[in-house]
C-alpha cells in the first residue's frame, strides 16, 4: 500500500516528557500537511511543506512544537515538555502539487495521551 | 462568521437515503471536499467538487453545491450499516496553498 503511514499510531506520555511522531508521505508528493483533531472537533492545520521548506505555521503551533522534513520525503512532529492540552490525533496528509486539485491524503493519525 | 457549520447528528434506517449538509465560508473556495472518519482512524477522502460545479455525482454520493447560500451537501443513497461514521465537509483557503478548514463533523448512525 502507498498511502499515507504515520508511526507510531498511539502514545502515551507523562506531563512534561518529549514526544516525536513521524509521517511518510505518498510517494512523490511533494507537499505535506500536520494537523490537530481534539475529541469532538475537525482537524485543525497546524503546518505545511513543500518539499523541504516549511512555508507556513499556524499560531496554534507553540514554540514547543516543531516539525521537520530534512530531504522533502518523510517528516517528523515533535513535541517538547508535553502538557495535558497537547492530547489529540495528529493527522498528517500530503498532496502533489502537479495534480490540478492538489487533494490532500490524510494517514492514520497518531494518538497522543498525556498524562 | 470563520466556521465552518455542520450538524452534529443524523440517525437514518439501512436503505434509507441520508443527506449532510454543511455550511461553508469562503466564497473564493476553489474546492470543497467531504471527508469519512471510521472511530480511531484517519480521514478517508470520499468526494470534492470544484467550485463552478452545482452538482457531482460519485455512485451512491451526490454533492449539491449553492454557492449563492454558501451551502453544500452530501447525499448517501441506499446508506449501508458500514456508512456509520462522522463525516466532514472542508473548505480551501488559498493561501499559495489550499489550506483545509474542516468543520465540527455530522455523525452518521445507520440502524438496520
Known amino acids: 500500500d502507498t498511502g499515507v503511514s504515520q508511526d507510531p499510531r498511539h502514545k502515551i506520555t507523562k506531563r512534561g516528557q518529549n514526544v516525536t511522531f513521524r509521517c511518510d508521505p505518498i510517494?512523490?508528493?511533494?507537499?505535506l500537511y500536520w494537523y490537530r483533531q481534539t475529541l469532538g472537533q475537525g482537524p485543525e492545520f497546524l503546518t505545511y511543506?513543500?518539499?523541504?521548506?516549511?512555508?507556513?505555521k499556524s499560531r496554534l503551533l507553540s514554540d514547543r512544537f516543531s516539525a521537520e522534513r530534512p530531504k522533502g520525503s518523510f517528516s517528523t512532529l515533535e513535541i517538547q515538555r508535553t502538557e495535558q492540552g497537547d492530547s489529540a490525533m495528529y493527522l498528517c496528509?500530503?498532496?502533489?502539487?502537479?495534480?490540478?486539485?492538489?487533494?490532500?491524503?490524510f494517514g492514520p493519525g497518531t494518538r497522543l495521551t498525556v498524562l | 462568521g470563520e466556521d465552518v457549520e455542520q450538524s452534529l447528528f443524523l440517525s437514518v434506517r439501512e436503505g434509507d437515503s441520508s443527506v449532510i449538509n454543511c455550511t461553508y465560508t469562503?466564497?473564493?473556495?476553489?474546492?470543497l471536499y467531504w471527508y469519512k472518519q471510521e472511530p480511531g482512524a484517519g480521514l478517508q477522502l470520499l468526494t470534492y467538487?470544484?467550485?463552478?460545479?452545482d452538482m457531482k455525482q460519485d455512485q451512491r454520493l451526490t454533492v449539491l453545491l449553492n454557492k449563492k447560500d454558501k451551502h453544500l451537501s452530501l447525499r448517501i443513497a441506499d446508506t449501508q450499516t458500514g456508512d456509520s461514521a462522522i463525516y466532514f465537509c472542508?473548505?480551501?483557503?488559498?493561501?499559495?496553498?489550499?489550506?483545509?478548514?474542516f468543520g465540527t463533523g455530522t455523525r452518521l448512525l445507520v440502524s438496520p
Open positions: 496528509a500530503s498532496s502533489s502539487q502537479g495534480e490540478g486539485t492538489d487533494t490532500q491524503y
Open positions: 510517494s512523490e508528493h511533494n507537499r
Open positions: 511543506f513543500q518539499n523541504e521548506a516549511q512555508l507556513e
Open positions: 469562503d466564497s473564493s473556495s476553489t474546492y
Open positions: 467538487i470544484f467550485s463552478n460545479m
Open positions: 472542508a473548505e480551501t483557503r488559498n493561501t499559495g496553498f489550499q489550506k483545509l478548514v
